[in-house]
C-alpha cells in the first residue's frame, strides 16, 4: 500500500552536515503533514520538525537555526539538512507522514514511519 523509505544518514564529525531524504511511495492521494522525529539510545523519540502540506515549519528548540525540513510535494519526498551538527544530535531519525491513501473504490487516511537511519555525531 504505502511505504516510507528513508535515506542519508551516516556518521559525521562535529559541526558538519547531512541531509536526510524520506521518499514515499504507493497509491498515495495526498500526504498531510511530514515530520522527522528522533530517538536517541535511552530516550525516548522526539519531534524535531514538521512541514504542513502548504509548507509551514516548526522546530524543536534544540535544532532552530541548524536544522531545516522542506518537502517536494511533487515527489511525495520530505528532507532534513541538518548543519552544525553536535554529539547530542546523535539518534536514530525517522520520518513520519499523515497519509490518505486509495484501496479499491475507499479511501483511508493513516500515519506512517519510515524504517529509521542512524546519525552518528563523533569525532
Known amino acids: 500500500q504505502v511505504q516510507l523509505v528513508e535515506s542519508g544518514g551516516g556518521l559525521v564529525q562535529p559541526g558538519g552536515s547531512l541531509r536526510l531524504s524520506c521518499a514515499a511511495s504507493g497509491s498515495i492521494v495526498t500526504i498531510n503533514t511530514m515530520a522527522w522525529y528522533r530517538q536517541a539510545l535511552g530516550k525516548q523519540r522526539e519531534l524535531v520538525a514538521d512541514i504542513t502540506v502548504g509548507g509551514n515549519t516548526n522546530y524543536v528548540d534544540s535544532v532552530k537555526g541548524r536544522f531545516t525540513v522542506s518537502r517536494d510535494n511533487a515527489k511525495n519526498t520530505v528532507y532534513l539538512q541538518m548543519n552544525s551538527l553536535k554529539p547530542e544530535d546523535t539518534a536514530v531519525y525517522y520520518c513520519?507522514?499523515?497519509?490518505?491513501?486509495?484501496?479499491?473504490?475507499?479511501?483511508?487516511?493513516?500515519?506512517?514511519w519510515g524504517q529509521g537511519t542512524q546519525v552518528t555525531v563523533s569525532s
Open positions: 513520519n507522514a499523515d497519509i490518505v491513501y486509495r484501496s479499491g473504490t475507499l479511501y483511508y487516511r493513516k500515519g506512517y
